[in-house]
């Protein structure tokens, strides 16, 4: 309540990026202060309970509900984040090279809409500058997740080399992998999410990932994809996707959608997250549940602003969720209401365990 009255009106008279990246760089320097993790986790925090609890290809999460990527591209405040009570962190999207992303501006609210449109391009400090931050961090306290992409100068017939290049650098640091193919904002970088392209990527990457491995287990790589897909192509994909030995799925990213917008700045190009996406996102998750028959996990992302939206997503089939935009609109309080929502919804259709709810309306149908 003090965010959205007080905190949030100040923070949006400045422009978005400007105060994103003084948000990072603030959360950044409060994790060296003596005590203000400690305060952080007592006000955000979300209590660990086995009934939240979620053991999902290989890893272990106090709760589901996660940080997505692009909030902190560079891994700068991955501790303040964990504090805020996220079951787990996503970093990135990084690239092997350094890239400033495309121009200013790229990034705009839409409060009418309670969504985002941004054009970032990928802007981040490169592959070895996050594994230098990741390598300094003292405490991991949730599994951290490393998002990964190609450079904007890298054709799509050389993709393969960039992913390669991210996991060869970073693989020691991350907990598992996200291989993201489905930004709106990298000219043609969604066409690798179909056909020859998108077996030729997974199959590379399930290789690095192994090669890196060594004799010690493998660690977990899944595959971000869109959710501007016609229902034949998502069959294929997920075909595709099951076939390759990823691990799992995240749906979805941003929408390239404006339907239904009220804000005056719908026109901007880029991609589109908030409460627009949720019933598109929440539709792909339950049909990928379905053409994978409940055997591959997915993440579920795209305008979880309650309780209710993460609900609607596990029961449609995703074993975890990530919020993103309901962290800009709502503030980090939004973490812990969302799991105490979750086990109220829990207890109101009897069930004692998150994964029972996975994928329930799905099968249902």
Known sequence: MLYRKLVKPLLFRIDPEKIHNRTIAGLRLAANVPGVLPAMRA???????????????????????????????????????????????????????????????????????????????????????????????????????????????TPNEQAVNDYRACIDTLYEYGDFFVVNISSPNTPDLRKLQYGDFLQTLLNAVVREMRRKAGDRPVKPALVKIAPDVAPDELQLMAETIAASGISGIIATNTTVARQGLKSGHAAETGGLSGKPLNKRSTEVIRALYRATNGKLPIIGSGGIFTAEDAYAKIRAGASLVEVYTALIYQGPGIVKKINAGLLKLMQQDGIHHISQAVGLDAMAE
């Open 43 to 153: 006000i955000c925090g979300v209590q660990a309970t086995r009934k939240l609890a979620v053991d999902v290809f290989g890893l272990h999460f106090h709760n589901p509900v996660g940080l997505a990527a692009g909030l902190d591209k560079n891994g700068a405040a991955i501790p303040a984040f964990s504090s805020f009570g996220f079951g787990f962190v996503e970093v990135g999207t990084v690239t092997p090279k350094p890239q400033p992303g495309n121009e200013l501006p790229r990034l705009f609210r839409l409060p009418e809409d309670e969504a985002l449109i941004n054009r970032m391009g990928f802007n981040n400090a490169g592959a070895q500058a996050l594994a230098e931050k990741m390598r300094a961090l003292r405490i991991r306290p949730v599994p951290v997740a490393i998002n990964i992409g190609k450079n904007k100068t």
